[in-house]
C-alpha cells in the first residue's frame, strides 16, 4: 500500500500547478503565498522567488515550511499537505531546477527574469494525504523512501 500511496500523491502533485507555501516571518508570525511549483520523484518541491520578497528574508531566517496542494473545486475534497525545510538552491542549479519546473508547469513565471531570481528545493520531512473520494475524510501518511 505504501508505494501505491506515494505513486498516487505523486502522480496528484504533478496533476496540480500551485501550492500554498507557508512560512515565519521575521516576528515568528505564519504568512502564507500561492506559488507555481514542480516536483521530482522524491517529493521535492522546486519554485522560484525574488531576493526583495518577504518569503525570501523568512527562509532566511528561518528554512522550516509548509505546503498545501488542494485539488480545485469544492468536492471531492483532496489534499497534499507537507513540513519540511526549504534550501535555497545554487546559481549553477537553479538553472537546471528552472528548466525542469517550466517544463512541468507551463503556467507563466512573472519573476524569472528578475535579477534577484532564485529558486528553493522543498525538502518534505512528513507528507500526508487527505481523501475524502469515498464521502468520509481519510488521512494517510505517505512514506518518503
Known sequence: MSDSLRSLVKVFLNAHRKMVLAVLDDTGRPNVSLMLYAVDDNLNFYFGT???FGKYKSLQKDA???VLVQEEGLDPLRVVDVQGHAEELSAEETKEK???LESKNPAKYYVK???DFVMFRVVPE???WLDATSGELKSE???LS
Do not use: G, I, S
Open 50 to 52: 525574488r531576493k526583495q
Open 126 to 128: 512528513n507528507v500526508r
Open 113 to 115: 527574469d528578475a535579477e
Open 98 to 100: 528552472l528548466t525542469f
Open 141 to 143: 501518511v505517505v512514506p
Open 64 to 66: 522550516r515550511v509548509a
